[in-house]
């Protein structure tokens, strides 16, 4: 029906209320915001997809340490990378934001898939081609001076596509998500 899964933060980045979807064969496309859940990172938008498929959600709960995993997105601008590794753990406990109340919370799958800045809102697929998780955030490792350096350091987070269902569908029904 047109529903775009990403995250929060992707379409809160910019002042401008204008979404625009790019697909992978460039073609520009506008979109709605249907809802947004900042606790779970997670926002839902509705676009004209024409004949294009849509990716399949798989059951993160099946999801195993050692699976095999592509991170897709465009990663530092560089559109359509596709980077793979393993699930290296799952339920991993991460907050992630830029301490402005706008943190969300989520249990992970963690990935050695190269996940940089650009890859948030990509889908983790498995080795059958089935979104198990919503790109979404990164390990920073710790510098001098209180500074962190981001990029891809071996870790990254994707939201398990069991959360990103229930919250879009809870988007879609009521407009809001709710928590327990």
Known sequence: KGHILTNNHVVSATENPTITVVFDDGTQKPATLVGKDVSYDLALLRADVGSRPPLVLGNSEQVVVGDLVIAIGAPLGLQGT???GIVSAKNRPVSAGDGTGNDSYMN??????????????GP???????????NSAIARSPGANGTSSSGNIGLGFAIPSNQAKRTAELLITKG???HP
């Open 82 to 84: 596709v980077t793979t």
């Open 108 to 121: 992970a799958i963690q990935t050695d898939a190269a996940i940089n800045p650009g890859n948030s809102g």
């Open 124 to 134: 983790l697929v498995d080795a059958r081609g089935q979104v198990i998780g919503v």
């Open 176 to 178: 809001v998500a709710e």
